[in-house]
């Protein structure tokens, strides 16, 4: 199990986390607020390292910092926020976890080429503008190493939750912090034009954030949804067509600079 409980040792839960875990974790969090008795650290959907630098960006309070370095990435957390990375600091202190954390912004990285060996980010690009995401995607691409993994995870236009708050906004594009959506064979396009290739697959259903690992944290109705989700997830291993319903998408490609464009490919999450 990711998370880490008051009765395994901690002094208590961050109050920054208390207060920001519903905007961090998505939706089914918002009960939590105030109410953490242990850290939500997710599952991260790669393979093991052995000490690849690993860049998480928009890293906020560092949860997938965390499960990355606990899976034996090297890591560096960047977020624009200093509240935020004051805070990822003192939960990796807390949690024993090392990790290195810097205030900074994803449309403008601050490392050298070619340093990274994998770029991740979870609800975060999908604030950004199409201009501005496209932006921070070239940055990833400068830092990423040849043969180096960018995963992203990203919204879907068409997922149930995601097509119910366009038909709230009107399908407005969003501005500000919105959420902007996109389409399956978008986000491929882009992706695969910024690093040679790319793929899809599930991460979830009706919703953004939703994480087996953390049900027994939820009550019983959003117990219910993660349940539901996971088992539509796993479904669409056989049914690949799937995915266009899925609210939630990873996009994983391995940078290769100047390398052959493929063809949109989509796989399952468990694979990546």
Known sequence: MQSA??????VGIDAY?????????????GPLAGKLTEYPIPELPLPPGSGQLFLDIGCNWGRWSIAAARKGYRVIGIDPHLDGVMAARRVAKQLNVNCSFVVGDARY?????????VAFSY???QHFSKENARRALDSIAKVLAPGGICLVQMPNRFGIRSFYHLARRRFAE?????VRY???PELVRIFRSVFGNAEASVDGYFGLGIQPSDIHLLSRKHRIVVRASEILRKLSRSIPGMIYGADSIYIKSRF??????????????SSI
């Open 5 to 10: 409980a008051l009765d395994e040792g901690l």
């Open 17 to 29: 986390v208390q207060k920001i875990i519903g905007a961090t974790c998505g939706y089914l969090y």
């Open 109 to 117: 990285l601050p490392f050298r080429r070619q340093a990274v060996d």
């Open 123 to 125: 609800s975060v690009i």
């Open 174 to 178: 969003g501005k500000e912090f919105d």
């Open 182 to 184: 996109y389409t399956v």
């Open 256 to 269: 290769s600079p100047g390398g052959e464009r493929s063809s949109t490919a989509v796989a399952d999450a």
